[in-house]
């Protein structure tokens, strides 16, 4: 018999799958519901950036915004800003899909990770902000465009992975 006590840290001993984790934010992609919502989230967004992509390759020459708007036509900044909470909202309600799907203990570090994704926010919020304050005039406001709270995302997908370490 080997006596010799086993080094039991979390690093080692933890059967959390690390890519899942911190590419989609998920405890599993092995999962029937894991899957769904990896494949769903895809979705959205290859329709919100696949028009995008489009819009930057075969957008030649600048058209003054003037002209859209007199013609009655639809611009991308429109088209965008119209899509851009349709998306996200349908990737908010399958994500609760998938909190619903799951057992107490993953559920609980979901939620934790989240929660310290919002303080996280918060902070990074309060430093950009400071910044703007302090460069009054001379910063774009443009920089502080709720849309970069899209960076978070890896900020939670960290913190599930940070907090998972401990089972």
């Given at each position: 018999m080997n006596n010799i006590p086993h080094n039991s840290s979390n690093d080692d001993d933890s059967r959390w799958p690390m890519s899942a984790m911190l590419m989609w934010g998920v405890s599993s992609t092995r999962t029937p519901a894991g899957r769904r919502y990896v494949r769903r989230c895809s979705i959205a967004l290859a329709i919100l950036i696949l028009p995008t992509l489009l819009f930057l390759?075969?957008?030649?020459?600048?058209?003054p915004r003037s002209r859209w708007v007199s013609h009655g036509m639809l611009t991308f900044g429109h088209a965008t800003a119209i899509l851009l909470p349709i998306v996200f909202f349908y990737i908010v309600l399958e994500f609760r899909k998938y909190l619903l799907s799951l057992d107490e203990l993953v559920f609980r570090l979901q939620i934790?990770?989240?929660?310290?994704?919002?303080?996280?926010?918060?902070?990074?919020?309060?430093?950009?902000?400071?910044?703007?304050?302090?460069?009054?005039?001379?910063?774009?406001?443009?920089?502080?465009?709720?849309?970069?709270?899209?960076?978070?995302?890896p900020v939670r997908a960290g913190w599930l992975y940070f907090l998972s370490r401990r089972y």
């Open positions: 390759i075969h957008h030649h020459h600048y058209v934790e990770a989240m929660a310290w994704t919002y303080l996280s926010g918060l902070v990074l919020m309060a430093l950009l902000c400071a910044i703007w304050l302090e460069s009054l005039g001379k910063l774009d406001l443009a920089w502080f465009c709720p849309v970069w709270f899209i960076l978070l995302e």
